[in-house]
């Protein structure tokens, strides 16, 4: 069985993107890094980083960055200090050094130091090959390609400090017989459609979408993109309520209310807890005999640790 999570960060106007997933295989990977100190339901750090080292104990290691924007960044420094990266995976750019800012500063080393850069149909072991020693992770990158002039265009803006958020990837987490999750950090909607554009046959259809720029509306998935996709699922993660494109609330979650998202893959069935107790659920999400709550007994009561939505079957 593979666990995918995803973290919630519920308050403030930036509010981060930060996920992993322990697969089935000897794999883990993080993708993304919110960590802050602090006081506030965002300052999670010293949580996060021991439950990451704790959950990718013994296995093959690896960190997805989907662009250095300081809400997929912010901490990356603590979590290579705590955690070391060795195996580094992001889209090349120049986006400019900033000597104030140790995330930044740090994710310009590992950018140099350690990084197997991103484009469409990247191999390597374990990520998406596998041998006699250890299973292979499940992960394509449909997304840049590295010759498309939009995507040129949107490097350019980057190197003059500019935007960053058309330069991240589209990739898939596909388990065999099983789910396919797929993620596009913060792409915004022209710069999935350029991708529609020029891969409109070639689009994989997926299980579980989670939704580009936090569910904003600047990160809608244009109407064609969405019905190729054709997800059953869509996670919309944390934003301020008035910038989020909720769309159908029949096919989707939100992490404003529900909070930590776990997934358990178990064959052709997702089995969905959130932190939150959510009460609108997705359609899709059907209830599995023998699945609830995960509770635990603290001084005689039981505590709920997960609320149990629901299974999707794939």
């Given amino acids: 069985m593979s666990i995918v999570k995803s973290y919630s960060f519920p308050e403030g106007d930036i509010r981060g993107d930060m996920f992993y997933i322990k697969h089935g295989s000897r794999n883990f990977t993080v993708i993304d890094c919110y960590l802050k100190d ?21 296995r093959v290691c690896r960190f997805i960055s989907t662009h250095p924007d300081n809400d997929h960044i912010a901490g990356i420094e603590y979590l290579d200090d705590s955690w070391e990266i060795t195996n580094f995976y992001a889209v090349d ?15 310009h080393w590992l950018l140099a130091n350690k990084n197997f ?9 374990w990520l998406n090959e596998t041998n006699d020693e250890n299973g292979c ?18 490097l350019k803006l980057v190197s003059e400090g500019k935007e960053v958020n058309n330069i991240c990837p589209i990739f898939t987490y596909s388990i065999e017989n099983g789910a396919t999750y797929m993620w596009m ?12 554009d ?17 569910g904003r509306k600047s990160g809608a998935v244009p109407n064609d993109l969405l019905e190729a996709l054709n997800p059953k699922l869509i996670i919309i993660g944390n934003a301020p ?9 029949r096919q989707t979650i939100t992490q404003n209310a529900a909070g930590d998202i776990r997934f358990e893959n178990d064959g052709k069935e997702v089995h969905i807890y959130t932190k939150n ?22 001084y005689g009561f039981s505590i709920v640790d997960w609320y149990y939505a629901g299974t999707l079957v794939v």
Avoid at 38 to 58: P, Q, V
Avoid at 117 to 125: F, N, S, T, V, Y
Avoid at 137 to 150: A, Q, R, T, Y
Wanted: aromatic share 8%; with cysteine.
């Fill in 241 to 249: 309520s008035e910038h989020i494109d909720y769309g159908d609330s």
């Fill in 185 to 196: 950090g913060d792409l915004e909607t022209e710069m999935q459609q350029a991708y529609y």
């Fill in 93 to 107: 750019n120049n986006r400019p050094t900033d000597d104030n800012d140790d995330s930044l500063t740090r994710y």
């Fill in 137 to 154: 992770s499940g992960i394509n990158f449909m997304w840049p390609d590295l010759e498309n002039e939009k995507f040129k265009q949107a």
């Fill in 38 to 58: 602090g006081d506030g339901n965002n300052a999670r750090k010293d949580e996060i980083i021991k439950e990451i080292k704790n959950e990718s104990a013994g």
């Fill in 117 to 125: 850069a991103i484009k469409r149909g990247i191999r390597r072991a």
């Fill in 198 to 214: 020029e891969y409109k046959n070639n689009i994989p259809q997926v299980n579980i979408l989670f939704q580009p720029h936090h």
């Fill in 277 to 298: 107790k959510i009460n609108n659920k997705p359609t899709c999400l059907k209830a599995k005999q023998g699945k609830g709550n995960i509770t635990r007994t603290v």
